[in-house]
Nanobody
Framework: VQLQASGGGLVQAGGSLRLTCTVS????????VGWFRQAPGKERDPIAS????????HYVDSVKDRFTISRDNAKSTVYLQINSLKPEDTAVYYC??????????????????WGQGTQVTVSS
């Protein structure tokens, strides 16, 4: 299973971005895809996750009003829509795949496959 995250960039506070996670290689094995972020000097934290085959997305409380996770199985893609960006959203954003179907937010240690990350920088 390979994942590639894209869509990051430099945006002003209040703007929006849509991050894309393209999944390939054995997608039939995937149970859950999650998005994580890591700010400089901080740990990699979960943001949202979604079952690969049906089911709704789950979010950490700090982002649920501004972030939306969705999937397009036909395109083997998971999206993360980020609205009302804040400077504290600045981080490298990663997507990851877990072979198990999970409900709720799952720590990074449970995910076996990772993309390379995409940088999001929000200016004030």
């Amino acid at each position: 299973v390979q994942l590639q995250a894209s869509g990051g960039g430099l945006v002003q506070a209040g703007g929006s971005l849509r991050l894309t996670c393209t999944v390939s290689g054995g997608t039939f094995r995937i149970g859950t895809v999650g998005w994580f972020r890591q700010a400089p000097g901080k740990e990699r934290d979960p943001i949202a996750s979604i079952p690969w085959s049906g089911g709704i997305g789950h979010y950490v409380d700090s982002v649920k009003d501004r972030f939306t996770i969705s999937r397009d199985n036909a395109k083997s893609t998971v999206y993360l829509q980020i609205n009302s960006l804040k400077p504290e959203d600045t981080a490298v954003y990663y997507c990851a795949a877990d072979l198990r179907r999970r409900v709720g937010i799952t720590p990074s240690s449970a995910f076996a496959y990772w993309g390379q990350g995409t940088q999001v920088t929000v200016s004030s």
